[in-house]
């Protein structure tokens, strides 16, 4: 088998067969087939797409080229939660405590953040002293333990994916939803999870920015992990607004610990995370439908279950638990600086991207794989789209490094203004199983 004919008949439009998948993977990590061969072959997938057998091929290969977590030592159906990505999203910090405090085990692998969305491995990084990348037994010990495992990836878990994604984000090819599909799928297959909840983002803050665009990306990766034997439902939600008030690391743990504890229970955040949790319980079996699952989560929240849950999980995994309760011993900012509303109106858009990469340009994300953040900075946004809001009232406070120039103007650009009350469009655009 040459990788040329395989790029001349992508080139095509025709299809590639398992074996012929499976000859480029094993390629790709074994080095006989050199990145620039790779680099044509994803262009050529860009351009004329995959089908649904040969994205199950390639799913596979990817999941098989390197090791595969077996979780079927510890008892129940084990749910994992994959979001597209987004700007302010902390659902994962609030969905394993009170999915763990359902009775659901919960085994979910996250990731850093790279550009204008943030990574929850990055946001459980600001809890001094916890211990984010955990081994095998470590994760099915935190599992056995305390109800839930969240760690970067574990082991040798799919290097295919790592060395085609680093050449996807240098030669455009990461928008591809077959290569996003088996990207994903891949890493979720090999996670051991038995079920999975999908949340697919959609708008100017994600990866899919059209409703049709996430609606194929969802349907593919649905398809893909049915075919594996997996549990599975997809959620399409909206990307427009940054999610909850925090952007940046230690903040948003502050604001998941908030949740956790009763808080902002009507906005955004809380609704989507116990949603997400709720499907998580009917797929893991303890919730008839999704009322009553919605139900035993309200009680978990409620009752201090879940924040429990938190502490224990934090406590198990080396943390400081008491940075949970008193924030002063999570990384601060050096200053705070108040930016306040140039006009009265109704707060019509706020731009999740643009402050996303605000927040970066503070120290919260990264610009360049292996940059250091400040865990302490980032922003709150006081108001949300919707809103009234009165001439000098504070729209955002910035979390900054002692020293660096605020100016406002970057932050005030993110808003849209309206003279007459604006109504807020639904979060939840559709389902997909
Ligand atoms: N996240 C992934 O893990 N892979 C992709 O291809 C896109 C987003």
Not at 226 to 236: P, S
Request: a negative charge; proline letters at 4%; glycine letters at 12%.
């Amino acid at each position: 088998m040459r990788m040329y004919d395989l790029i001349h008949a992508k080139k095509m439009g025709g299809a590639l067969n398992s074996d012929q998948v499976r000859f480029w993977i094993r390629g790709v990590v074994d080095g006989s087939i050199p990145p620039e061969q790779s680099a044509a072959l994803l262009m050529a997938v860009c351009w004329r797409g995959m089908d649904t057998e040969e994205t199950l091929a390639l799913t596979l290969a990817m999941r098989d080229s390197g090791d595969r977590l077996d979780l079927s030592a510890i008892p129940g159906v084990k749910v994992d939660k994959h979001s597209t990505g987004g700007v302010g999203d902390k659902t994962t910090l609030i969905i394993g405590p009170v999915v763990a405090a359902c009775g659901v085990p919960c085994a979910m692998f996250s990731g850093r953040g790279l550009g204008h969305t943030g990574g929850t491995v990055d946001k459980y990084t600001a809890i001094p002293g916890l211990r984010v990348e955990l081994d095998p037994d470590a994760f099915r010990e935190s599992l056995r333990a305390t109800g839930f495992a969240n760690s970067a990836q574990t082991g040798d878990i799919c290097p295919a994916d790592r060395r085609l994604y680093a050449l996807r984000d240098v030669t455009a090819t990461v928008e591809s939803i077959p290569l996003i599909t088996a990207s994903i799928m891949s890493k979720k297959l090999a996670g051991g999870a038995d079920a999975l909840v999908l949340d697919v983002k959609c708008g100017q803050g994600a990866f899919m920015r059209t409703l049709e665009e996430a609606q194929a990306l969802a349907r593919s990766m649905v398809d893909v992990g049915r075919a594996h034997g997996m549990k599975i439902k997809a959620l399409l939600t909206r990307m427009e607004e940054p999610l909850g008030w925090a952007i940046g690391n230690a903040l948003e743990v502050m604001e998941s610990v908030e949740i956790l504890k009763g808080m902002h229970g009507d906005g955004l955040l809380a609704q989507m995370s116990f949603r997400l949790a709720a499907e998580m319980l009917v797929l893991g079996g303890v919730a008839q439908d999704l009322e009553s699952a919605m139900g035993q989560v309200a009680r978990a929240v409620q009752s201090g279950e879940a924040m429990e849950r938190f502490r224990a999980w934090t406590r198990h995994n080396g943390g400081e638990v008491r940075s949970l309760d008193d924030f002063s011993g999570l990384p601060q900012a050096g200053q705070c600086v108040e930016i306040r509303a140039p006009r009265r109106g109704w707060m019509a858009a706020l731009d999740s991207r643009a402050l996303g990469i605000l927040a970066m340009e503070l120290g919260a994300g990264r610009r360049n794989q292996g940059d250091l953040l400040d865990l302490g900075v980032g922003l709150r946004v006081h108001r949300k789209v919707g809103d009234p809001v009165e001439a000098g009232e504070p729209l955002f406070t910035v979390f900054a490094k002692a020293g660096t120039q605020v100016a406002p103007e970057p932050f005030l650009a993110t808003v849209g203004w309206s003279e007459s009350p604006v109504a807020p469009e639904p979060w939840l655009l559709g389902v997909v199983e």
